[in-house]
Every structure is written in structure tokens, then in C-alpha cells.
């Protein structure tokens, strides 16, 4: 693995490599796996049937790339596209219940979130075991490292937790997901790479080469984001379903830990919060009051609902993330 041309192939490799497989997907599934809206989300009902588990695509055309860059032959890069496979396999379960019922509800709640916590505690436990690793987080601002522990394990799966359902919630809007994962995506391989580089100015060349592989992984995400956004953009021929946005969000998370950035993910995937954050105030206001917060939850169908176009809201969530990243970049 080379550096700078080696991340630039890679995502390269996978842009088009999920070109060649989007129209087989999209093919496969006309017709076998069509969406199926929510009712009361009435201004969608023109998506119904619109081909979903094309967050297949991406993850495809990632492994296959990360594999081609010798992504597996390296711990950490190992271990993110296991993460990364782990969480597509709990999403394409979800998405197959739906198809194969013709509902919207998949697995319950209960059973997706075991399914996480599971898989997070294990990579939880990968990461602290990790040489590589271990069980201390970046503070940024240049105030060192926090020490957790062994509560680095409940810590990081939580994490993964969090992530996952906080990428799956954002998913409502076409390109939203994708648009903001690509942005995400591309900050935090910039981020590993300037630690990577900074591990070999300080002579630690085998720590250098674990960060690149994840830096490679990145990439080929990326590369694989940006043809599926191809399909996906308004009007979407495809959605990623929970096969995508848990794989998303599971990689999101492995990223964030195993740079030893957690915190800098908020900052960077502000709007995954803000998604989040809304959907808690909406469901908490309407137990404790009976009255809704927001039109409707999360934040983008509220401003969906208040006249915002969707490709309007997707452009602005893409706009905020950049900056989030550009601020992640001034703090770390």
C-alpha cells in the first residue's frame, strides 16, 4: 500500500465497480423488494415501490476494493469492514422482514437493538484488546487523551449503538444519508491520514500502516457512497434500506474509535444528533404533554412539512456536515 495514490484507487475502484453492480441490484429488486412507506408519512406516497437493500451496492463495491488495497491484511482495516459487514447483515435482515411480509416494521426494537449491542460489544471488545487502540479516547483541543479503562467497552459499544440508529433515522429523505455519509466519510480519512502521518514522522511505521488501512477503507466507502448517491439522488431509482444506513452507521462509529476520535464524530455527524435529538424531544413532549414538538419527527420531515424542497434539505444537512468537518479539523 502507497499512500495518497493507493486511497485515490481505491475509491476510484469502488465508484465504478458500484456503477456495474447498481443496475443489477436495482434490476433484482424491482419487483421482489419495494419499499413500503409509512402511512402517515403521506407526502411520500408517491415513493411506494421503489426498490430498497440497495445499501448492497456500496457495501460491495467497499469490501471488494478494501480487499484489492490489502485492507484485510491489517487489524484495524480488518476488523471496520467485519463491523461494516456485521451491522449491513442486522440491516438486510430488517429490510428482507419487511419485503417478505410487505410492511414497513421489520425486527422489533428489542430485537435490532440486542443485535447491535451485541455486535458492538464485540468490536468494543476488538478495540480494546487492540494494541492499536486500547482504552483511551482523544479529549481534542489539544488536551491529550481520557483514560476509561474498562469502561471503554460499555463506552464504545454504545457508541456503535448510537451511531447506527442515529445514520438509520437520518435516512428519510433521498440523498440524505448517502450525502452526509460521503461528506462524514471524507473528513474523518483526511483526519486518519494526518495521524497516520504523523506516526511515521515518529517512527512508529506498523501503527502508520493500521491507520492507512482504515484511511483505504474509507476511501473505498466513499467511492462506493458517490455512485449509490448517483442512483439515489432525487428522484431516487433506489433506497439503501437498513442494509445501508446500519452498515453506514457502524462504520461511522469503528472510524471515530479507531482513530481514537469519538468526540470529534459529534461534531462531524452533527446532524446524525440533531436527528436523533429530535426524534427524543418529539416522543418525550408527547408522553409528558400529549402535544408534539415538531411537525413531525426527525428534523427533516419536520422541515419537509414546513415547505422545505427535499433536495434543499439534503444540500443544507451535506452544507452543515462540511463544516462540522472543517471545525473537527481545527480542534483535533
Known amino acids: 500500500m502507497n499512500g495518497f495514490p493507493t486511497a485515490v484507487l481505491t475509491a476510484l475502484g469502488s465508484f465504478f465497480a458500484a456503477m456495474l453492480i447498481a443496475p ?5 429488486a424491482k419487483g421482489r423488494a419495494e419499499q413500503t412507506v409509512l402511512g402517515y408519512v403521506t407526502q411520500h406516497e ?30 484495524l482495516g480488518r476488523m471496520l469492514m467485519l463491523v461494516f459487514v456485521g451491522y449491513g447483515l442486522i440491516g438486510f435482515t430488517d429490510d428482507f422482514i419487511k419485503i417478505k411480509l410487505k410492511r414497513n416494521k421489520g425486527l422489533a426494537a428489542w430485537q435490532k437493538i440486542i443485535f447491535q449491542l451485541g455486535a458492538g460489544f464485540l468490536a468494543a471488545w476488538f478495540s480494546y484488546k487492540s494494541q492499536f487502540v486500547g482504552s483511551s479516547v482523544a479529549l481534542n483541543f489539544g488536551l491529550g487523551e481520557w483514560e476509561l479503562g474498562v469502561w471503554y467497552i460499555p463506552f464504545a459499544a454504545l457508541v456503535f449503538v448510537a451511531m447506527s440508529n442515529a445514520v438509520n433515522l437520518t435516512d428519510g429523505l433521498d440523498g440524505l444519508a448517502g450525502g452526509t455519509g460521503a461528506v462524514y466519510v471524507s473528513f474523518f480519512a483526511v483526519i ?21 488501512s482504515v484511511v483505504y477503507s474509507a476511501t473505498a466507502l466513499l467511492g462506493g457512497l458517490l455512485a449509490f448517491l448517483w442512483f439515489n439522488s432525487p428522484k431516487a431509482s433506489v433506497f439503501m434500506g437498513d442494509t445501508g444506513s446500519l452498515a453506514l452507521g457502524a462504520f ?10 469519538p468526540f470529534i464524530s459529534v461534531v462531524i455527524g452533527i ?55 472543517l471545525v473537527a479539523l481545527a480542534i483535533i
Do not use: D, W
Not at 24 to 28: F, M, S
Not at 50 to 64: D, E, M, R
Not at 192 to 212: D, I, Q, R
Open 271 to 325: 446532524m446524525y444528533v440533531l436527528s436523533c435529538i429530535s426524534v427524543i424531544i418529539q416522543v418525550a413532549s408527547f408522553k409528558l404533554t400529549g402535544k408534539r414538538v415538531l411537525r413531525m419527527s426527525p428534523l427533516h420531515h419536520h422541515l419537509e412539512l414546513g415547505g422545505m424542497p427535499e433536495s434543499k434539505i439534503t444540500a443544507r444537512y451535506m452544507i452543515i456536515t462540511f463544516v462540522g468537518g
Open 24 to 28: 443489477l441490484v436495482i434490476k433484482l
Open 192 to 212: 486518519t491520514a494526518l495521524a497516520a502521518l504523523k506516526a511515521e514522522a515518529l517512527g512508529m511505521t506498523t501503527y502508520a500502516k493500521e491507520l492507512n
Open 252 to 261: 461511522f462509529a469503528a472510524l471515530a474509535l479507531f482513530s481514537k476520535n
Open 46 to 75: 408517491g415513493k411506494a415501490g421503489t426498490p430498497t437493500f440497495g445499501g448492497l451496492i456500496f457495501i460491495i463495491s467497499s469490501v471488494a476494493a478494501a480487499s484489492v488495497a490489502g485492507v484485510f491484511s491489517y487489524e
